[in-house]
Structures are given as C-alpha cells and as structure tokens.
C-alpha cells in the first residue's frame, strides 16, 4: 500500500461477535468507527471501520433498527460521500434490496456507495450453475438502471465467473456479495478485486477509488481503500472479542 492509499473496511457478517457501540478497538491503524448492533442474541449486524489516517468526517449515520444496514453520509479527503452497508435477509433479498433503494433514492448521487451481502447473484454469471434470475432479481436489476447504479465488479469484467460464497448443502459458488456505484463515478473506481478471506465464509471484495483533492499548492491525486470485508487476520477479530467484554451468542 502506498502513502496516499488508505483503507476503510465495510463488514457484513452473521458472526455472533457483539461490540459495544462506539467503543474503540486496538487494531492498528482503525481508531476511528461506525457501526450498527442488533439486540443481545441477535445474529446480523453491519460494521463500518475506518482508519485513523484517513480524512473522513461524519456528518450524519443511520442504522436500521433490525440491524440489516448502515448509512453514513460524510466526507472522504473533502469530497461529499454517502456508505450503505447492507445485510439482507435470505428470504426475499432482492424485495428488500429493491424497497431499500427505492427509500433512499433521493439520497443515492454520484457520490454514493451501497456494499454488503445481498444474498443474490445478479446474473446467471454469477452461479456456477449458471441457473438463470428470477423475476423479484430482473425487477431490482430494472431498479438499479434506473438510478444509474452499476455493478462495480461487473463493470470491470464483464465475463468474468468470479465468486464469493460457496454454499456447501448445495455445492455451488455464487458472487452475492456487490459494491454498486453510480454510473457517472465510474472514472474514480481505479481497480476492483475478489480476496480470499480465512476468517469468513465469504470472500472480500477490494475497490480502490481515486478522487482529486484541492490544496493551496493546486491539486494532487488520493486514492483510498474499500474492503466489503472487516481484516484478513484473526488477531484483529480476537482483539475485538476482548475489548468487547461482551458475552458471545450461545
């Protein structure tokens, strides 16, 4: 990673790892944090975390009360950004996906980014079986050209059968894991990858994204990290479990 590249991991997990609300971690580098809990015993939640050198500042944060995503709106090396991180429920993803953005719409711009497990693979290409969408899928894709938001990944490699799940009662793969974007971005996203994840049963998906930022000495190129996953090293997480101090789901 070089000096102008920052990173900032979006984490969507059914893990039962409880963490206190706004308490800090001791992962190197990842002082600063939003993220959204569920009710004790509740299993889906969302994560947002951010690294302390990065130039972000909060302006607003919504969480869903049933713990299936987190909005935050802020700036990012002083340019306006909005996250969505999202965790859908396995029955009627792309209902709820569609109904999300459909609630949002008027907040979605060039500026926005919506991540997360959507538990739907958008095109045939993304199971392994090739087996085709159904129509709830077609009326979410039709959503999502509507408001100009694009597949990140798909975008990239258009023919690629690439994934991030592998279900092992059906014994397939699937991609159902997506960074969606806004059509007139697509300059500022420099380079989307699949990484192999140990400490999940799903992979990450690692976007770079270059913005231009504006100094009294005329401007200079920054470019900064989104990972859909939290860290591929399980002293992080086991350094989250202990500065929790809360008790793990049974």
Same mark, same amino acid.
């Not at 569609?98 to 926005?112: A, F, H, P, R, V």
């Not at 497990?117 to 009326?139: A, C, G, H, V, Y």
């Given at each position: 990673?070089?000096?102008?590249?920052?990173?900032?991991?979006?984490?969507?997990?059914?893990?039962?790892?409880?963490?206190?609300?706004?308490?800090?971690?001791?992962?190197?580098?990842?002082?600063?944090?939003?993220?959204?809990?569920?009710?004790?015993?509740?299993?889906?939640?969302?994560?947002?975390?951010?690294?302390?050198?990065?130039?972000?500042?909060?302006?607003?944060? /919504?969480?869903?009360?049933? #713990? %299936?995503?987190?909005?935050?709106?802020?700036?990012?090396?002083? =340019?306006? $950004?909005?996250? *969505?991180?999202?965790?859908?429920?396995?029955?009627?993803?792309?209902?709820?996906?569609?109904?999300?953005?459909?609630?949002?719409?008027?907040?979605?711009?060039?500026?926005?980014?919506?991540?997360?497990?959507?538990?739907?693979?958008?095109?045939?290409?993304?199971?392994?079986?090739?087996?085709?969408?159904?129509?709830?899928?077609?009326?979410?894709?039709?959503?999502?050209?509507?408001?100009?938001?694009?597949?990140?990944?798909?975008?990239?490699?258009?023919?690629?059968?690439?994934?991030?799940?592998?279900?092992?009662?059906?014994?397939?793969?699937?991609? /159902?894991?997506?960074?969606? #974007? %806004?059509?007139?971005?697509?300059?500022?996203?420099?380079?989307? =990858?699949? $990484?192999?994840? *140990?400490?999940?049963?799903?992979?990450?998906?690692?976007?770079?994204?270059?913005?231009?930022?504006?100094?009294?000495?005329?401007?200079?190129?920054?470019?900064?990290?989104?990972?859909?996953?939290?860290?591929?090293?399980?002293?992080?997480?086991?350094?989250?479990?202990?500065?929790?101090?809360?008790?793990?789901?049974?």
């Amino acid at each position: 990673m070089d000096k102008k590249t920052r990173p900032m991991y979006m984490l969507s997990t059914r893990d039962p790892i409880q963490i206190k609300r706004h308490s800090q971690t001791e992962s190197k580098g990842m002082e600063k944090k939003y993220f959204l809990q569920t009710e004790m015993g509740k299993k889906t939640r969302v994560a947002i975390f951010i690294a302390d050198k990065i130039d972000f500042k909060a302006k607003a944060i /919504i969480r869903d009360k049933k #713990g %299936h995503y987190i909005k935050i709106k802020g700036l990012i090396n002083q =340019e306006d $950004i909005i996250l *969505v991180n999202i965790y859908t429920p396995n029955i009627g993803a792309p209902t709820y996906i569609k109904k999300l953005l459909t609630d949002i719409k008027g907040e979605i711009n060039s500026n926005t980014l919506i991540v997360g497990d959507f538990n739907t693979p958008l095109t045939p290409m993304d199971r392994s079986s090739r087996q085709r969408i159904n129509k709830e899928t077609k009326s979410l894709k039709d959503t999502l050209e509507q408001m100009d938001l694009i597949d990140i990944f798909r975008a990239f490699y258009p023919k690629a059968a690439k994934y991030t799940f592998f279900s092992s009662a059906h014994g397939t793969f699937s991609r /159902i894991d997506h960074m969606l #974007g %806004h059509k007139s971005s697509l300059n500022k996203f420099k380079k989307i =990858e699949i $990484i192999s994840m *140990v400490s999940s049963d799903h992979n990450g998906i690692k976007l770079d994204i270059t913005s231009t930022i504006r100094k009294k000495t005329g401007k200079y190129t920054n470019t900064w990290r989104l990972n859909n996953m939290l860290l591929n090293n399980e002293w992080v997480i086991n350094k989250i479990k202990k500065k929790s101090k809360i008790p793990r789901d049974k």
